[in-house]
């Protein structure tokens, strides 16, 4: 009687126990497997293995929003793992935006590989846009740019660009601001191998042709529909501009060589006038001689005294000359009093 009640008990406690286990694994399993994903998953036709469901919540990865991605892709009929959406998620990307510019592009019938769909959204850029700007087009406007013809007429230009956004191109490829600077390039170009300017403001669809033949867009994520003159203004003279400018340079330097010249030439004055006080001086050093070499001439013998008064004399004849005749002995170029 003892060994049966204690073997009731013995399967009570195991009853209990294994009921409290089965217990604990429902809740873990609850806890662990997504299973309303899967059953989701299941009913929309997008099948995912509930290993893989596993695997995703031990990694710490958001498993609805990947789920969620899949089916839409699947349900638009694009083929997609979801082993690329869960990479793409652990790389830093977003997959909504993926799965809605890939089901766009299918919907328009524009070619975008997953793989580029993922490129681009990686690549910092927004492909939504990049798939609406490829089914709409879209118009940059630049702004005044400046150009001047051969005959000095300036012309200010503003251009607008309808470009669409090139998919293949758009990892790699420039961007808007390279697109206006050649865009402004081009149009200086053209404007500047016009004769007149006359010749453009008659024409201005000249410029649009010329400038949409260069193509521009090489090497851009754009490609280049049509380029519109959207206004056309006439500036300055720049070529009369410059002639002024010119003619003002010429005229400076003209004048600094003139100054030049005239410095020269009061050098020379002041030089010449210079050696006529060193000559004046070395005149009236001569002149003291004179009275010293009379002297010693006498002394000598060689002159009488009449020989001295005679050419006293004849200085003083001299000197009353000069004085008659309004001369100033020492500045022979002085006219004669009247």
Do not use: C
Request: net charge neutral; charged share 25%; aromatic share 4%.
């Amino acid at each position: 009687m003892l060994n049966l009640m204690l073997i009731d008990l013995w399967l009570s406690i195991t009853l209990y126990v294994l009921l409290g286990l089965f217990v604990v694994l429902i809740v873990l399993m609850f806890a662990i497997v997504p299973i309303k994903t899967w059953f989701v998953a299941l009913v929309s036709g997008a099948h995912v293995s509930m290993a893989r469901l596993i695997g995703m919540k031990m990694r710490r990865i958001k498993v609805a929003p990947i789920v969620d991605a899949y089916i839409m892709a699947r349900k638009a009929g694009i083929k997609v793992d979801i082993s690329e959406l869960e990479t793409h998620q652990l790389a830093g990307g977003d997959i909504q935006k993926v799965i809605n510019a890939l089901i766009s592009a299918h919907s328009a019938k524009i070619n975008l590989p997953v793989d580029l769909a993922k490129a681009i959204d990686l690549a910092g850029r927004d492909v939504n846009l990049a798939v609406r700007n490829s089914v709409t087009p879209k118009v940059m406007e630049t702004d005044w740019i400046g150009a001047v013809a051969k005959d000095g007429i300036e012309l200010k230009v503003k251009v607008r660009i309808t470009v669409r956004v090139n998919i293949a191109r758009l990892v790699g490829g420039a961007g808007d601001d390279t697109i206006l600077a050649r865009v402004g390039e081009g149009i200086v170009t053209t404007v500047g191998s016009a004769e007149t300017h006359t010749e453009v403001l008659e024409n201005p669809d000249f410029i649009s042709q010329k400038v949409l033949d260069k193509g521009l867009d090489t090497g851009t994520a754009y490609e280049i529909l049509s380029i519109d003159i959207a206004d056309i203004d006439v500036g300055k003279n720049v070529g009369a501009d410059l002639m002024k400018d010119s003619a003002e340079a010429k005229k400076v330097i003209a004048q600094a060589e003139a100054e030049e010249r005239r410095a020269m030439a009061a050098a020379h004055e002041q030089e010449m006038k210079a050696k006529t006080q060193e000559m004046q001086a070395m005149v009236l050093a001569a002149q003291a001689e004179v009275p010293k070499a009379m002297a010693e001439a006498i002394k000598n013998g060689k002159m009488g005294v009449m020989d001295y008064y005679k050419i006293q004399n004849l200085t003083s004849d001299t000197a009353m000359r000069n004085a008659i005749a309004g001369v100033d002995p020492n500045n022979s170029k002085k006219p004669p009093k009247i």
